[in-house]
Every structure is written in C-alpha cells, then in structure tokens.
C-alpha cells in the first residue's frame, strides 16, 4: 500500500519561509510522478508542483522562483521549500503520487494522496 504523510505546516509571516515534507511508504520515486497541490478555504485544490522519476520539475507560476520541489529516495521523502511566502499561499498542502513517468497537473490523474498540512501567511 502506498502512504504519504505530509508534515512541516504552521503559521508563518508574511516574506518568510517553510519546509514542507512528505513521507512516502510504498513508493518507488524511479517510477512515481511526485507532485504538492493545495486547497485554499473555498476554492478548488490546485497543482502546485511536480517532480518526474528523472528529477525534472515543473511550477505553477505563482509559484516559480519562490518554491522548489526534490526528493530524496534514500529517506524515502519529497520536500517543498517555499519562500517569499505571500498570504495568497496560505492553504493546506497536499502531497500526490501518480504511477507514471509523466507528470500531469490534474487531480484525477494521481490516485494517491496524503491528509495535507495547513500553512498559514499573514
């Protein structure tokens, strides 16, 4: 079974930086698309970040140049490091994985998910 548990969420200032983890139980990161959307109060959950089995990552563009995804196989974690936070980002984060070489930004193409963390930018 795959599990993904997201963590690292809390009240931050506006300008100032979070770290976001998400531990991953049942996935290989050679074959997974890893991708953060988040869910603003009221709004529809929205792609954030993705990164591929080779490593290439792509942003939404509210978000480029100021977030960056990885992954770190060996502690079987994907990170989100986001800086510049603005309160336009404050949403719970929710960790995604897809069986697939081919990251997509569409909800329904990633079947698992984690219970998300809340980030809060004021």
């Known amino acids: 079974d795959v599990q993904l548990v997201e963590s690292g969420g809390g009240p931050v200032q506006a300008g100032g930086s979070l770290a976001l983890s998400c531990k991953t139980s049942?996935?290989?990161?050679?074959?997974?698309?890893m991708a953060w959307f988040r869910q603003s109060e009221g709004a529809q959950r929205e792609w954030v970040s993705g990164i591929d089995p080779s490593s290439r990552t792509t942003y939404a563009d509210s978000v480029k140049d100021r977030f960056t995804i990885s992954k770190d196989a060996s502690k079987n974690t994907v990170y989100l490091k986001m800086d510049d936070l603005k309160p336009d980002d404050t949403a719970i984060y929710y960790c995604a994985a897809r069986y697939s070489e081919y990251c997509y930004r569409r909800i329904i193409d990633f079947g698992e998910w984690g219970q998300g963390t809340q980030v809060t930018v004021s």
């Open positions: 049942g996935v290989w990161y050679s074959s997974y698309c």
